[in-house]
């Protein structure tokens, strides 16, 4: 396993159009996190998946955001009708379910996301 | 959400130590104290976490102050691939407070 994998790395798009990110976990994992990073700030939470259930949502996800991860496996992250505010690198963590506090989250290397 | 003071950054020389500084006053008892840090272009890695004693690890090591209102994460010799953002977070080891709240880290320059 070569850890959390995300795709693309780099995504341009026009404002208006809708994007699709992909998130694929480390296989044992059962939790997964999307966060948003913007240039010189730390990450920011998006929303939360244990297992396939979407158990919280920041926010800053407004309406033209959503997320799925059917049947507890991979993640997407579909922007619609995308604003040049989204640029960002938009990051994907996941961890194994231990005890809680107690868990080390493994970040993907991210998709850049630039809205022209 | 309880909250971390780091500086915003700091400068070493390379093979030195380094000491990066972090402050939580409001750390309640079921907190723990994680560190993450970001090399550029880079996703967040896990370095290091604690609870109430001194840990280490093959990355760093983490001295907890006896209050638990601060903490120190310790670069025994630092290398110019230590060059990042480190992250001190509080994560609560109860409830559902399982997210990483991220503030903004201190840059760590490490000069050769």
């Known amino acids: 396993d070569t850890g959390v994998s995300q795709n693309p790395r780099h995504k341009i798009t026009k404002r208006g159009q809708n994007v699709t990110f992909r998130c694929d976990p480390i296989?044992?994992?059962?939790?997964l996190y999307w966060y948003r990073q913007t240039l010189g700030q730390g990450p920011e939470f998006l929303t939360y998946f244990q297992n396939e259930a979407q158990l919280e949502k920041s926010r800053l996800l407004s309406d033209r955001f959503s997320a799925e991860r059917p049947k507890g496996s991979f993640s997407t992250l579909e922007i619609q009708r995308t604003e040049q505010g989204d640029s960002a690198m938009y990051l994907c963590a996941s961890s194994f379910d231990r005890e809680f506090g107690n868990t080390e989250a493994f970040f993907g290397q991210g998709t850049r996301l630039t809205v022209v | 959400d309880a909250k971390t003071t780091q500086p915003n950054s700091m400068e070493s020389n390379e093979e030195e130590p380094v000491h990066l500084p972090c402050n939580h006053s409001?750390?309640?008892?079921?907190?723990?104290i994680h560190w993450y840090r970001q090399l550029p272009s880079q996703g967040p890695e896990y370095v290091i976490h604690g609870l109430t004693s001194n840990v280490n690890n093959r990355m760093a090591s983490l001295a907890i102050a006896e209050d638990r209102k601060s903490s120190t994460l310790i670069l025994h010799r630092a290398t110019l691939r230590d060059a990042a953002v480190y992250y001190c977070?509080?994560?609560?080891?109860?409830?559902?407070?399982?997210?990483?709240?991220f503030g903004s880290g201190t840059r760590l320059l490490v000069r050769p």
């Open positions: 977070i509080l994560r609560s080891s109860w409830g559902s407070s399982y997210k990483l709240i």
């Open positions: 296989s044992e994992h059962n939790r």
């Open positions: 409001t750390i309640s008892g079921t907190d723990y």
